[in-house]
C-alpha cells in the first residue's frame, strides 16, 4: 500500500514515464493517483528524453531499479526496436507502448489498447467515437483497418 505522504519506500515499484515532453503531461499525476486509490505500492516517475537520447536510456533500464516504463508515442516503433523480448500482440504490431524488466530483459506489451478495448466493453463506456479517435491504434484495434 501507498504511504499517504507520497514517498517512496524499498517495496515501491517504480516506473518511468518515457516521453519528449514528459513532465508537462498529467499521464504520471493520473497514475499514481490510481495506484495511490487502488492502495498500490507503485509510483511513475515523468523522463523527460530527448529522441537522441532514447537509446541510451533504453539500454540503461535493464540494469535500473524500475520495474518498466509506460512509452510516449513519439518513441513507440522506435523502442520496439530495442527490446530482448515482446508480446506476441507487440509483436505483431510493431510497436510498444509498455516495457516490462525482468531479469535485466526489457520485454515489450501493449497495454493501451488492451486497456481501451477494455474499458470500450464496459457498461460505463457511453461514446466509442471519441475513444477511436484518441489513437489511431485503438481505431485498428476495433476497426480491423491498418495504416501504413
Known amino acids: 500500500m501507498m504511504n499517504n505522504d507520497n514517498s517512496i519506500t524499498v517495496e515501491t515499484a517504480l516506473y518511468g514515464y518515457i516521453a519528449e515532453e514528459a ?3 498529467r499521464f504520471s499525476a493520473i497514475v499514481n493517483k490510481l495506484f495511490k486509490g487502488n492502495d498500490v505500492n507503485a509510483m511513475i516517475i ?3 528524453i530527448r ?3 532514447v537509446t541510451f536510456t533504453i539500454s540503461q533500464m535493464r540494469s535500473s531499479k524500475l520495474s518498466g516504463a509506460v512509452i510516449g508515442m513519439e ?3 522506435e523502442v520496439f526496436g530495442l527490446l530482448d523480448d515482446a508480446s506476441s500482440t507487440a509483436q505483431a504490431s510493431g510497436y510498444c507502448d509498455f516495457i516490462r524488466i525482468v ?3 526489457l520485454i ?3 497495454i493501451m489498447p488492451s486497456a481501451l478495448e477494455k474499458f470500450a466493453q ?3 463506456f457511453q461514446d466509442d467515437i471519441a475513444l477511436n479517435s484518441m489513437t489511431r491504434y485503438f481505431y485498428e484495434l476495433t476497426t480491423g483497418e491498418y495504416y501504413e
Open 103 to 105: 531479469d535485466g530483459k
Open 122 to 124: 464496459s457498461d460505463d
Open 108 to 110: 515489450g506489451e501493449l
Open 51 to 53: 529522441p537522441d537520447d
Open 23 to 25: 513532465h508537462s503531461n
Open 75 to 77: 518513441y513507440q516503433e
Open 46 to 48: 515523468p523522463m523527460n
